[in-house]
């Protein structure tokens, strides 16, 4: 299958800062990249949808100026959790598609903020 | 909001089919089945998707019912490595944006 990665496996950062997270497709171009929340125990909340060249679409109660998306490139994605608080701390997972493909996900970012 | 419903939790012996059933009784004529699991601390991985037929892979069969209304993951021969949450998920072909619902957590027992 395609291979998608996020850059890095797990991050621990304060109180405050921002982190950013990469989500690139390795060997196919990713019209389309998706960005999932997951906490201890639950399943994979949907935070947003984002196509090369334009603004993300983010689910209700995801706050856009907190959780920027950027999708420059047909093969890279980013998530930046601005500000981030203890209550941000959580896996965070990419999924790419493309060029008819299945959705593939990357094997996530564990986030840690003190 | 998931529109499958699937047991949360199942036990199989080591070398015995593992049979996971998924109830997706409002699904449309055009909406897929799609079967993907989560192994601990990793991203989710493709399994199997299906319309109508019953499909095969690699991984696993897929049984749909006539109706379509529910169908059954076989994982043929479980090995401890199967031990994951599985998900069972009803989209629109084409439409990637897929939602998860609880899943379930299967286990494999040596």
């Known amino acids: 299958g395609a291979v998608v990665s996020q850059h890095p496996s797990w991050v621990i950062c304060k109180s405050g800062t921002s982190v950013k997270i990469e ?8 019209t389309t990249m998706f960005w ?13 949808t984002s196509n090369e060249g334009s603004k993300a679409t983010y689910e209700q109660g995801v706050e856009k100026d907190k959780f920027l998306i950027n999708h420059a490139s047909l093969t890279l994605s980013t998530l930046t959790v601005t500000s981030a608080h203890p209550e941000d701390s959580s ?16 094997p996530g970012t564990r986030l840690t903020v003190t | ?28 004529g055009n909406e ?16 199997i998707h299906g319309l109508k037929n019953n499909e095969t892979n690699e991984m696993a069969s897929l049984i749909i019912t ?19 949450v599985y998900y069972c998920i009803q989209i629109n ?18």
């Not at chain 1, 989500?23 to 990713?30: E, T």
């Not at chain 1, 999932?36 to 947003?48: C, D, T, V």
């Not at chain 2, 006539?66 to 994951?84: F, G, Y």
Request: charged content about 15%; glycine content about 6%.
């Open chain 1, 23 to 30: 989500c690139r497709s390795l060997d196919f171009q990713a």
């Open chain 1, 36 to 48: 999932y929340r997951q906490f201890p125990k639950q399943s994979l909340m949907l935070m947003a």
């Open chain 1, 91 to 106: 896996f965070y997972i990419c999924s790419a598609t493309g060029q008819g493909l299945l959705p593939y996900f990357g």
């Open chain 2, 1 to 28: 909001d998931a529109k499958t419903t699937q047991p949360p939790s199942m036990d199989c012996a080591e070398g015995r089919a593992a049979n996971l059933p998924c109830n997706h009784s409002t699904i449309s």
């Open chain 2, 32 to 47: 897929y089945v799609y079967w993907y699991r989560q192994i601990h601390s990793q991203g989710p991985q493709y399994i």
């Open chain 2, 66 to 84: 006539e109706d379509r209304k529910s169908s059954t993951l076989i994982l043929p021969h479980a090995t401890l490595r199967d031990t994951a």
């Open chain 2, 93 to 110: 072909f084409g439409n990637e944006k897929l939602t998860f619902g609880t899943g379930t957590r299967l286990t494999i027992i040596p």
